[in-house]
């Protein structure tokens, strides 16, 4: 047994169980309803199929006798498919935020959870097609010489995700520049405005800074490397290589709850109260601002 699958198997246990306890609190929690908790869940449920499915892929390669293609396939399937949703669904939290600042008066009014209910499903559903190509014919188990670094898939498909996968970030990096622009913008009206909070709101801005660089910082560390590997390299190349950069990629996954859910207020309440039926008097009650982005 490779020690690297051994790593992915257990870096996909935590992933679930990690990503399996936002999905409670969500789901056990009335008052986070809101869109905006809604895409979290959406996130957390493909990061946690995400991790299923790399306890999948070991079990099949390992535990399975004897071996089957329907199940490599189908393994190989959810891994694709939760991991584009995990990725679409970060993607989907950068557009709200945007949106929730760009058109802050009438935000609340047009994003409905109705609206993002439909947005969700249609973007999941998208991702579940992408799920299923490998086991309509989109792979190489009959042809090894066309493989790519992500077996079965194909070099071709593999080049395909991987620029689809920098395009999106690319998108991301635009949106989020685009709400710290915004974000700057009405630090500077309220500080005009109030000059006795300048200094705080100067303090929330930079938190909000720091917030975005985690967010951008995180996530090319965890996935460029092996975005730009799959795009040059096929299966030629040493397998090291491969489980080397697809490590960091995985763990992506179990820090999407750190900063996406844990780092949320309300989240926190509601842990607080689950873990120990109380919320620390130290515990901040400041609004969130349009600078936090």
């Not at 257990?10 to 409670?24: P, R, S």
């Amino acid at each position: 047994v490779s020690p690297w699958d051994i790593a992915l198997c257990a870096t996909g246990t935590a992933v679930a169980g990690e990503n399996a306890l936002v999905l409670a609190v969500l789901f056990y929690t009335p008052s986070l309803r809101a869109p905006m908790f809604l895409l979290i869940g959406s996130l957390a449920l493909a990061d946690l199929l995400a991790g299923l499915g790399l306890v999948a892929n070991f079990a099949v390669r390992y535990l399975l006798r004897p071996p089957s293609e329907t199940a490599e396939l189908g393994a190989a399937g959810l891994l694709l498919a939760a991991f584009s949703a995990s990725v679409c669904s970060l993607l989907a939290i950068t557009v709200d935020r945007y949106l929730s600042l760009y058109n802050a008066l009438t935000y609340h009014s047009e994003r409905t959870l109705g609206f993002t209910c439909a947005m969700v499903l249609l973007m999941w559903l998208l991702c579940l097609g992408v799920g299923l190509l490998p086991l309509l014919g989109w792979n190489c188990l009959r042809d090894q010489s066309s493989c790519s670094i992500l077996r079965p898939v194909t070099k071709d498909n593999a080049a395909v995700l991987a620029v689809t996968f920098l395009l999106l970030f690319a998108l991301m990096m635009q949106l989020y520049l685009q709400i710290c622009k915004i974000a700057f913008r009405h630090a500077q009206q309220i500080a005009v405005q109030h000059q006795f909070i300048a200094t705080a709101q100067a303090t929330s801005t930079r938190k909000g800074l720091s917030t975005l660089s985690l967010i951008l910082g995180t996530f090319a560390l965890c996935w460029i490397p092996f975005a730009i590997y799959s795009l040059v390299a096929d299966s030629s190349y040493p397998v090291v290589y491969t489980y080397s950069l697809a490590l960091p990629a995985t763990c992506n996954s179990l820090i999407n709850p750190i900063i996406y859910a844990f780092r949320n207020p309300d989240i926190q309440k509601s842990l607080w109260l689950a873990c120990c039926g109380c919320i620390p008097s130290t515990f901040s009650s400041r609004p969130r601002t349009s600078s936090d982005v």
